[in-house]
């Protein structure tokens, strides 16, 4: 890499990675949620999820940059990391509790991705991919925010027992 434009498609090229590992994961995910409103908010992020991925094909084909090429190692962490966490024995409101966790771990990495591809496109002069990045990393910080939501008003205090 010698450019920032380069830094940027190692940027996209990750999160599209990423995008397509969650694409894969999340119906696990849905499929393990005790809780009605959890088990909804993972299907909703699914579709939001494959939106984004697409999202970053457009901005690619927009600005003549590849969008794969590149495996997440990031994303195959947390991922491998919530399986194994599902293999614990535990209640279903400690298992919903640790579920809020971890997609909150991948929530805060898609942040700090989506938010660094953002700040390269602009300083770049990519207005309009910088703006379909922002929508996208808008989207990620209110999946976030409705997760802690969810946890906070009433899925931890179920898993105090």
């Given amino acids: 890499m010698k450019t920032l434009t380069d830094l940027l498609e190692h940027e996209l090229q990750d999160l599209y990675s990423a995008e397509n590992q969650l694409i894969e994961a999340l119906p696990t995910m849905v499929k393990e949620a005790a809780d ?11 579709e ?11 901005v690619c084909d927009e600005l003549g940059l590849s969008h794969s090429g590149h495996k997440c190692k990031a994303m195959a962490g947390l991922i491998e990391e919530a399986k194994s966490f599902l293999k614990e024995e535990m209640t ?18 898609e942040i700090a991705g989506y938010g660094t591809a953002v700040r390269y496109a602009k300083e770049l002069g990519h207005k309009n991919a910088a703006s379909t990045l922002q929508r996208t990393l808008d989207e990620e910080y209110t999946t976030d925010e409705k997760l802690n939501d969810m946890a906070e008003d009433r899925l931890n205090r179920k898993a105090i027992k």
């Fill in 36 to 46: 009605k409103k959890l088990k909804k908010a993972f299907e909703q992020h699914l």
């Fill in 48 to 58: 939001e999820t494959k939106k984004h991925a697409e999202r970053i094909k457009e």
């Fill in 92 to 109: 279903d409101e400690v298992k919903n509790a640790g579920m809020i966790a971890a997609a909150q771990r991948v929530e805060h990495y």
